[in-house]
């Protein structure tokens, strides 16, 4: 059974705190992706990284960095936290695309629950 | 700017009901148009996808409609039941955009009993 793994739930942090979210898949999967989702605005792309070491940024990309060290895990880390990050965050993993025209699903967590007092 | 517009945004019906959610997108360059159901707690997953070169696509009660003149594409839902209760997200992407998606805003659904 496919799984990614997000290290918490809920997560309540200060404005100005560093916040680190973590997440891991165990599908051998090489594109791993962050979204924070928004009522009304759906899913948006903070970042993407489609190899070790390598990201690239999505559409929200801004106050917001990545890391990926190992293949299986992509960091999400809020630099200086702000009320306006509070939001649910997903990750998700997919093959990458081998072919032209070919397309792979996108397996997510379960999302975690970031409130920025 | 969105460039894919999901409606309506929350949606009732009746067991057995048809609910249908509509997208519209503007970038000719989309070639796959996936749909991705989340209930509640869990994350979104994969419920079905076609691809422009056909105008509908049928797995068990879910249906995808695409009119690709129109640039615009459907999930209807046949006998609706309250399991189907969750948000709907349609999504698209573009050739060689390594797997990258770009999701409405998406539909929250309610199936009564």
């Known amino acids: 059974d496919v799984k990614v793994t997000q290290s918490s739930r809920y997560l309540v942090k200060r404005t100005g705190e560093k916040v680190f979210l973590e997440c891991v898949q165990d599908?051998?999967?090489?594109?791993m992706f962050w979204y924070r989702q928004d009522p009304g605005l759906g899913l948006r792309l903070i970042y993407f990284?489609?190899?070790?070491?390598?990201?690239e940024k999505g559409d929200i990309p801004e106050g917001y960095s990545v890391s990926r060290e190992k293949k299986e895990r992509f960091s999400l880390i809020l630099e200086s936290a702000s009320t306006n990050q509070t939001s649910m965050y997903l990750c998700a993993s997919s093959f990458w695309t081998s072919g032209v025209g070919v397309h792979n699903e996108q397996f997510f967590g379960p999302g975690t629950r970031l409130t920025v007092l | 700017q969105q460039q894919v517009k999901q409606s309506p945004q929350s949606l009732i019906v009746q067991k057995g009901g048809i609910p249908i959610i509509n997208c519209a997108y503007e970038?000719?360059?989309?070639?796959?148009f996936p749909w991705y159901q989340q209930f509640p707690g869990k994350g979104p997953a994969l419920l079905i996808a076609i691809r422009p070169d056909v105008s509908e696509k049928k797995e068990g009660r879910f249906t995808i409609s695409f009119n690709k003149s129109a640039k615009q594409f459907s999930l209807h839902i046949m006998d609706s039941q309250p399991g189907d209760s969750a948000t709907y997200f349609c999504?698209?992407?573009?050739?060689?955009?390594?797997?990258?998606?770009?999701f409405g805003g998406g539909t929250r659904l309610m199936v009564k009993p």
């Open positions: 970038n000719t360059a989309f070639d796959y």
């Open positions: 999504a698209a992407s573009r050739l060689n955009a390594g797997n990258m998606l770009t």
């Open positions: 599908m051998d999967h090489e594109n």
């Open positions: 990284s489609y190899d070790v070491k390598m990201k």
